[in-house]
């Protein structure tokens, strides 16, 4: 059998438990009540970011449990995409908490800004320099992906041209 069968024979209660908490029945719950759109997307957010979370310390076990030499996150993406595939996980079911954390990716790798502050009398003494180097390297990133997309976006432009152009017949031709 598959790898994500087994995957998905092992997280199926935990998605049937979230399919029943996060599905169109959140509002038919509480009938009483209607919550603001905005409070039932923070808690669909939420949850969803806790079961991702789930997923990777489910892998990290499993991973030092193993004594694997891969990462427990690598491991969760790998289960993750394997469930996606086969059909066992809806994207539906992650795709806001994921969206939140991908938004703010930044937020979660930082290590160079978080050992930075070992560093308080460089940043004291040199810090204009640095922030003057930091903002200069953003720049030059931010130019060359402009460059990048504008040419990618001039390619398409004449390639699109040219599929008209020859599936177009050409009036030479009907006359």
Not at 61 to 81: C, N
Not at 121 to 146: E, I, N, P, Q, Y
Request: glycine share 8%; with cysteine; aromatic share 10%.
């Amino acid at each position: 059998m598959m790898l994500s069968h087994y995957i998905y024979v092992a997280l199926h209660p935990i998605l049937t438990f979230i399919k029943d908490h996060l599905g169109n029945t959140m509002t038919t719950r509480f009938s009483s009540y209607a919550a603001p759109a905005g409070v039932l997307r923070v808690a669909r957010i939420a949850l969803q970011s806790a079961a991702l979370a789930g997923v990777w310390y489910v892998a990290d076990f499993l991973v030092r449990r193993l004594g694997l030499p891969v990462p427990g996150g690598v491991v969760g993406l790998v289960a993750v995409l394997a469930l996606l595939f086969c059909g066992g996980l809806p994207s539906r079911w992650i795709k806001a908490g994921a969206d939140w954390l991908l938004s703010d990716m930044l937020l979660f790798f930082i290590p160079a800004a978080v050992a930075a502050v070992q560093y308080g009398g460089l940043f004291k003494a040199d810090g204009w320099r640095l922030a003057l180097v930091v903002a200069a390297g953003t720049l030059m990133v931010m130019v060359a992906v402009a460059f990048a997309v504008e040419q990618a976006a001039r390619l398409e432009r004449r390639l699109a041209l040219r599929r008209v152009t020859v599936s177009r017949p050409s009036r030479m031709s009907r006359a």
